[in-house]
Every structure is written in structure tokens, then in C-alpha cells.
């Protein structure tokens, strides 16, 4: 697992000098391992580099290798999530990024609510205003705020985005920064609501560095940590 340690290493330099370049402290940023097909050993690999989120997109697969990993991570979900596996979701995993429905919060709220637990979760925002994307347009995020603020079994840490697939920086840069603002809006507005804007969950291994220059502070990494899929 070599590979891993040595790519973990070039990773902490270059978000070091994308958070320097932005005038942040490289400290605020943390980094959700994406372990999307990686067996057990690789997640425990990446422990040992000393990241401690675990980010997976299929309910299935996390359920199968969440017992296999030894290491104790904060498990999160990353992908799209349909309602009726938000059961499976609330016994799986720590934080869900991507909520992205007034449905799918109801479902995750009554399933916490039978597990006699609280969990966090953050609201998925479609800022590329791409079909294939999920989450909540920007117009619709203060009712989706709204919507979700009085369900006591759900707490509301942040937003998550994914940029654009585009070549144009500039393009990807905007999501980004679209997220930033709408977060700041929602900080500014939210008043003892209990939702909170910790988290800007944004950058995945081939943009991190345009979001944390935009403010991101939890970045998805898969590819960029563990090298290339082989399936």
C-alpha cells in the first residue's frame, strides 16, 4: 500500500498550497477518503495516513465493508440515496452528504427517530444545473432549509455540491463559489433554527484545488488517494 502513503503525501502539499494561495489555514480542510470498489486494507491504508472519513456512494457496498474495516472512521454517504433505503442509511453511516428531497429528510428523520438517534446530514445543491446531477436547485434551497429544520432527528451540518464536468475552469470555479454564497446566506438567515453551515462539502481528486480556493472545507477524494480504478 506504498502507493497510497506516497499519494497521500503529494495530496497534503498541494491542498497545503491551494488553502495557501486562498489565504486559509490548511488545518480547516479535511478530506472524506472516497472508497467507491476499494477493498478493506486500502481503507485501512489510508487510516494509517491518517485520514479519518470514509466517503461511500452505494448503500450496498458500505454495508458489506463497513465490518470488514478495522479502523474507526466516520462513515459518510456521498452518493445518490433513494427513499426507501434511508433505514439501511441511518444504521450505516455517521453523516448523509447527500440529501436532496424534503422526502428523502422525512424518511431519514422517521428512521433515526426508530434507531433513538440524531443524524447529521447535508444538503445537496445541483449548482451545475446539469440533468445528470441530483440535488436541490439554488432557488429552492431556503424551502428546502425550511422543510427540514423542524425534523428533530436530523441535524443540518453544511451543503455539498459537485461541479460541473467541464473543461472551463471558470465554469467549475462558479458552482463552486455559488455554494459558498448560499451557505452564507443560509448562515446568516438560519437564527436559532439548529441548522448550521459547518460544512462545504465540494472538490473531488480532479477539482479539489478550485474549491478550496473558493472555500471548501470537506473535500471528496477518491482516485487522487487510492491511484486509478482497476474495475
Known amino acids: 500500500m506504498d502507493h497510497i502513503h506516497k499519494n497521500w503525501q503529494l ?51 458500505a454495508t ?3 465490518p470488514l474495516v478495522a479502523a474507526s472512521f466516520s462513515w ?48 445537496q445543491v445541483n449548482t451545475s444545473g446539469s440533468e445528470a446531477q441530483s440535488g ?13 429544520a423542524p425534523l428533530a432527528n436530523l441535524q443540518v451540518r453544511g451543503l455539498m455540491t459537485i461541479g460541473a464536468h467541464s473543461d472551463d475552469e471558470a465554469v467549475v470555479r462558479g458552482c463552486f463559489r455559488k455554494l459558498r454564497e448560499l451557505s452564507e446566506e443560509i448562515a446568516t438567515g438560519s437564527g436559532d433554527s439548529g441548522v448550521s453551515m459547518d460544512y462545504l462539502s465540494m472538490g473531488m481528486s480532479g477539482d479539489f484545488e478550485l474549491a478550496i480556493e473558493e472555500g471548501a472545507n470537506l473535500l471528496r477524494l477518491g482516485t487522487a488517494i487510492f491511484g486509478s480504478r482497476t474495475t
Do not use: W
Not at 29 to 40: D, G, H, L, N
Not at 84 to 89: I, P, S
Not at 136 to 148: H, I, K, Q, S, Y
Open 11 to 61: 495530496l497534503r502539499e498541494r491542498i497545503a498550497q491551494a488553502a495557501t494561495r486562498a489565504g486559509r489555514d490548511p488545518a480547516a480542510i479535511e478530506v472524506v477518503a472516497v472508497s467507491k470498489t476499494r477493498s478493506a486494507s486500502e481503507v485501512e491504508a489510508a487510516y494509517e495516513c491518517g485520514l479519518r472519513i470514509a466517503g461511500e456512494n452505494r448503500i450496498q457496498e
Open 64 to 66: 458489506a465493508k463497513r
Open 136 to 148: 436541490v436547485e439554488p432557488g429552492e434551497l431556503t424551502d428546502m432549509v425550511a422543510a427540514v
Open 76 to 123: 459518510h454517504m456521498i452518493g445518490h440515496l433513494q427513499t426507501n433505503k434511508a433505514g439501511q442509511a441511518v444504521e450505516c453511516f455517521d453523516l448523509v452528504q447527500s440529501v436532496d428531497s424534503g422526502r428523502l429528510a422525512r424518511a431519514l428523520d422517521r428512521r433515526a427517530e426508530q434507531a433513538g438517534r440524531v443524524l447529521e446530514v447535508l444538503l
